[in-house]
């Protein structure tokens, strides 16, 4: 059984003070982008994780992997012992502020309970996507949402157009609470998070420039203070053509919108040649949430001879 999960982007992160339980308020708009892992199940003698991609070595393989997780979540409320081998075939980068292990979460959770058939609800699955972390809901249901809460209170958003994205890869990883703490040094007087009206109506209108006068992401200033040489990569991807840039999430991967297609291929090769990143990805929005995209093959008959693969 073998699930599709995107990767986000927060085109608005607005944090708030950190709460007594050590979480912030958040006012998060999410946009699921064209990045993807994929997340396989197979029954096996017991629980197994392996994964490949280019970031697989950054990738723990033990219990707190959260496709793990999810999948003992899942288990646990079934009854069900979790022996099954999870591959995760990585394409979205490993602490790279684009919700890449929640992506993996999803994905195994989805996985999980077709393999099972355990029947869940959609109610269910979220819950346990709550309780694994504030990004995975998100990654369940892709397509925009708002998030609340400390992200995981949804309300899905409607986008009225694509949107065309260069995503630029940083050496290494930012930890998010390293993120957040750097937030809380430099903004000891954080407002309430509010979502932006102007930005919610340039999604629904699937106005690109509109968005793009609209990004923002409050952890930001964190992730560069804590990496400097983010400043340049935004630099490099606004000189190239882009119309608007922002670090993503709490970083270290920059986004970057552009007016189509064509301009973010322009973009990529530039940020490419620019020397101030790893990789740079070209990817649109909004993509569709988690996705069952192969089931193993059935026994032959007729007219079922065939793997069923969309
Ligand atoms: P977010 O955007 O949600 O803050 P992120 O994209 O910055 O997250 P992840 O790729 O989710 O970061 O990884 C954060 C950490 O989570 C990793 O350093 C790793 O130790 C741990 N982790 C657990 N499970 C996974 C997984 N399946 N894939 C990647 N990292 C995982």
């Known amino acids: 059984m073998t699930v599709r999960v995107p990767a986000k982007v927060n085109v608005q992160l607005a944090v708030g003070g950190a709460r007594p339980d050590g979480f912030h308020d958040l006012a998060n708009v999410f946009l699921a982008v064209s ?3 994929e997340v396989t199940v197979t029954p096996a003698d017991s629980l197994r994780v392996t994964c490949t991609g280019p970031d697989a070595d950054q990738v723990p393989l033990d219990r707190t992997n959260l496709a793990a ?3 003992e979540l899942l288990a646990a409320r079934h009854g069900i012992t979790p022996d099954v081998h999870l591959h995760i075939d990585k394409d979205i980068p490993v602490a790279g502020g684009m919700a ?4 993996d979460g999803a994905g195994a959770l989805l996985a999980c309970d077709a393999l099972w058939s355990t029947g869940a609800s959609r109610e269910e699955l979220l819950d346990i996507c709550a309780e694994l972390g504030s990004d ?5 249901v892709g397509g925009a949402a708002l998030g609340t809460g400390r992200g995981e209170l949804l309300t899905p958003l409607t986008v009225g157009g694509t949107f065309h994205w ?3 890869m940083a050496d290494g990883g930012l930890s998010t609470p390293t993120v957040f703490r750097e937030f809380d040094r430099l903004t000891p007087d954080a407002a309430p998070p509010a979502a932006a009206p102007a930005l919610l109506a340039a999604l629904r209108t699937g106005d690109t420039t509109a968005l793009a006068g609209t990004l923002s992401n409050d952890l930001q200033a964190a992730a560069v203070s804590l990496r400097p040489a983010l400043a340049d990569t935004l630099a490099a991807g606004t000189a190239a053509g882009a119309l608007a840039g922002l670090v993503s999430g709490s970083g270290p991967t920059t986004a970057f919108l552009a007016k189509d297609a064509e301009s973010a291929e322009r973009i990529a090769s530039e940020l490419r040649a620019s020397g101030t990143c790893r990789a740079a990805r070209v990817a649109s929005s909004a993509a569709p949430g988690a996705t069952v995209v192969g089931r193993p093959a059935r026994r032959p008959g007729p007219g079922n001879d065939r793997p069923a693969r969309s």
Do not use: C, E, I, T
């Open 69 to 71: 997780r999810a999948a």
């Open 166 to 168: 260069v995503f630029a």
């Open 35 to 37: 990045l993807y892992d």
């Open 100 to 103: 890449g292990g929640s992506a």
């Open 136 to 140: 995975v809901p998100f990654s369940l």
